[in-house]
């Protein structure tokens, strides 16, 4: 559904990306790993539209991507930021019907409000709806940052034609809610939504992901089957650092450490 076709991007003087072309699987869950500074946030704000390239194109199914409204992106794709700040004394759920707000405008419906409370109990959050955002941990406004992220692609529409990106989903998550949010990924994944996202931990990134991106100094290292190049040589060659894939006892998913 996305791509990227001799996508460079600058700011200043400083090459961000550099001659980026890929192609993101439709109802797939893609993951985008690499070292800091690698360009990774960089790309998903290009993906969003929210930035624009130096040279090159975005495509949405073989349409520039802004060559549609903001109105149709509004509801056909979702971005959750790295971070997100909040100051105003909103309740939770009210920062999840927010997400709504490109499919009901000002006024919410009574599907709206369905959805945000969905989307409320699939995060855990049922019990925090009506807390006050601004006094959440961080973790909990994490969560209700992926559910307003989450509502704004549910819609009756064909979920094939959605897509959600998410930069660093993990962020301050303890262990249980990382792996539940990665498991949500999957789940709108399989019912047909475009999922990409960029990640760090590489281990997370080999139990979820159907297709990988590594990114290093802006250009692309290797792209394709997660299981083929999350291997311990291309990983090096992306991060400079040797790798060893360790079998766990009753896993299908080795652990890949990084070698000092």
């Known amino acids: ?9 600058r700011k200043g003087e400083k090459a961000i990306l550099s001659d980026v072309s890929l192609c993101f699987p439709p109802g797939k869950v893609s993951i985008i790993l690499g070292p800091n500074g690698a360009g990774k946030s960089s790309l998903l704000k290009l993906l969003s539209g929210e930035w624009d390239s130096s040279s090159g194109e975005v495509f949405w199914s073989e349409q520039n991507l802004h060559s549609l409204s903001v109105q149709w992106l509004g509801r056909h794709r979702a ?15 009210e920062v999840v019907l927010l997400g709504r707000l490109p499919h009901s405008g000002k006024q919410a419906g009574s599907s709206d409000r369905q959805r945000t409370r969905s989307a ?15 006094t959440l941990s961080g973790g909990e406004k994490q969560r209700v940052q992926i559910a307003r992220t989450l509502v704004q692609i549910q819609h009756a529409e064909d979920p094939t034609e959605t897509c959600w990106l998410l930069d660093e989903p993990a962020n301050n998550l303890d262990l249980v809610h990382q792996r539940k949010v990665l498991q ?12 990409i996202m960029v990640l760090h931990d590489i281990n997370l990134a080999r139990r979820f992901a159907d297709y990988c991106v590594l990114l290093r100094d802006g250009q692309c290292i290797a792209e394709g089957d997660a299981a083929k190049v999350l291997e311990p040589e291309i990983l090096e060659s992306t991060y ?21």
Request: proline letters at 4%; hydrophobic letters at 40%; aromatic letters at 8%.
């Open 240 to 260: 400079g650092l040797p790798f060893q894939k360790v079998d766990v006892p009753d896993s299908q998913y080795p652990i890949l450490l990084a070698i000092e």
């Open 184 to 195: 949500l990924c999957r789940q709108q994944a399989d019912a047909g939504t475009t999922v």
């Open 120 to 134: 409320l109990e699939q995060l855990e959050l049922k019990d925090l709806a009506q807390r006050d955002y601004t």
């Open 1 to 9: 559904m996305l791509a990227t076709r001799k996508v460079h991007l």
């Open 79 to 93: 971005f959750l930021h790295q971070e997100t700040h909040l100051d105003f004394s909103f309740s939770a759920e």
